[in-house]
């Protein structure tokens, strides 16, 4: 009765570390310094990030106030996932993968004349 117990449980116990071990969060900070505003999206990359990337070229510099130079660097940026993303990425194989993006612009210089 202890044998079969075991040869259950070692199971489960390998699927639930491997799933809770892929709650992930990498962060990139640049040398500028970056706004207050966090900003939040959530993209999906396909066979494990080998295609589909997110495009992150123009998501800072725009509605900004006049007389302010567009900066559209980027001050932070923070890629996660987590657990239902990661299930679902087993679940396909790894042909979809979701991730959350967050992300800071750096501060626009205001142009003085």
Known sequence: ???????????????????????????????????????????????????????????CGQNLPPGTQANKALATVKVRTNLLYMLCATLTLGMIQPIDIEYTCAVPCVVEH
């Open 1 to 59: 009765m202890n044998t079969t117990l075991r040869r259950r449980t070692l199971p489960l116990f390998f699927f639930l570390l491997l799933h809770l071990s892929s709650c992930a969060t990498f962060t990139l900070e640049g040398g500028d310094t970056g706004s207050n505003a966090v900003n939040t999206r959530t993209e999906i990359v396909y066979l494990y990030g080998i295609a589909g990337q997110p495009d992150m070229k123009n998501l």
